[in-house]
């Protein structure tokens, strides 16, 4: 639960040092820091993808799953959720941002997307190194989404916590059932998508990685899959 805890204080810490910074953090500044963070992330994506030992199931995982997600437009519906949602806590009266504004915009900002997912489970799995990454990128958002939306965006700090808490039990609850074998394929899925995740943030991409997915849940099917086979495991 470590990766958790820092992600969801650096949220908190963030929103409170933007509330005390309504002259705005320098754009520029937070660009430059966003898109060498967005390197980093590509660097620890590529790392990881050398946990898993076959290729194989890489591929399959990732082609079928893909296809899964594109068909249904995972990405697409998960962004057009979260639009509903802002949409329905937005204030429309004119008196500047309410606690709740701040709180749905941040929550949906730091807890949408496979980074939070992929990197929650790897924290079940002992390894905090994605939320670390998580909770610099969170740290820098929170600043700026609170010069505009004020201490609500701190309140969303309860909604990181509860969420990647969650998935990070869920983790750690089906951990004795997986070898180290299937959690490094796992990892290499995921480290995939992180990859894709720091090109996006680079401004290199713009791909749908929500569409990617399904690919994780795929990953212990084809594992079993593969083993039954010889020569393929």
């Known amino acids: 639960m470590l990766g958790v805890l820092v992600n969801t204080a650096t ?3 963030g929103g409170l040092i933007g509330c005390f910074l309504k002259k705005g953090f ?7 820091i966003l898109f060498a963070l967005g390197l980093c992330i590509v660097y620890i994506g590529i790392d990881g993808m050398f946990e898993g030992s076959n290729t194989l ?3 399959v995982s990732i082609a079928i ?3 899964i997600g594109t068909a249904l437009d995972l990405d ?3 962004h057009r959720a979260a639009h509903r949602i802002e949409e329905r806590f937005r204030k429309t009266d004119g008196d500047g941002p309410s606690l709740a504004d701040g709180m749905v915009s941040g929550s949906l900002l730091f807890c949408v997307g496979a980074m939070t997912i992929v990197g929650s489970l790897n924290a079940g799995f002992g390894d905090h190194t994605m939320l670390f990454i998580k909770s610099a990128l969170d740290f820098v ?6 010069v505009t939306l004020g201490a609500g965006v701190m309140l969303s700090s309860v909604t ?10 869920l983790a750690v609850g089906i951990r004795p059932y997986m070898g180290d074998a299937l959690i490094g394929e796992l990892t290499c899925v995921g480290s995939l998508m992180v990859a894709v995740i720091g090109l996006n943030m680079a401004g290199i991409t713009k791909a749908k990685v929500a569409d990617l997915l399904p690919a994780l849940v795929l990953v212990p099917l084809f594992y079993w899959l593969f083993g039954l086979i010889p020569g393929l495991s």
């Open 11 to 13: 949220v908190l810490l």
């Open 26 to 32: 320098p754009k520029r500044v937070a660009d430059a």
């Open 57 to 59: 199931i890489l591929i």
């Open 65 to 67: 799953g893909t296809t």
């Open 76 to 78: 697409g519906r998960i």
């Open 141 to 146: 958002s929170a600043m700026m989404l609170s």
């Open 160 to 169: 990181v916590f509860l969420l990647q808490g969650a998935l990070a039990l």
